[in-house]
């Protein structure tokens, strides 16, 4: 839908709209990357599902050990 490629419910339309208007002014893109490309991205979002909280890592050597050896 941001990328205008998918229809959307008449509802949305308006919101949609003013997304695109605002969208249009900055420079950016937007790339899906599968899982597989990105693995500890993977896991950080699955152990934050899991502990049901958020984290901050500064290093490596903090990440659970799980995390670390995807590095």
């Not at 839908?1 to 709209?17: F, H, Q």
């Not at 979002?45 to 958020?54: E, I, K, L, N, P």
């Amino acid at each position: 839908m941001v990328l205008r490629l998918a229809e959307m419910p008449w509802g949305m339309r308006d919101v949609m709209e003013q997304i695109w208007i605002v969208l249009d002014k900055l420079h950016f893109q937007i790339r899906h990357i599968y899982r597989e490309a990105n693995v500890i991205a993977d896991f950080l979002a699955s152990f934050a599902v899991q502990t049901g909280r958020c984290h901050e890592f500064s290093e490596n050597d903090v990440l659970p050990f799980d995390g670390r050896l995807l590095l």
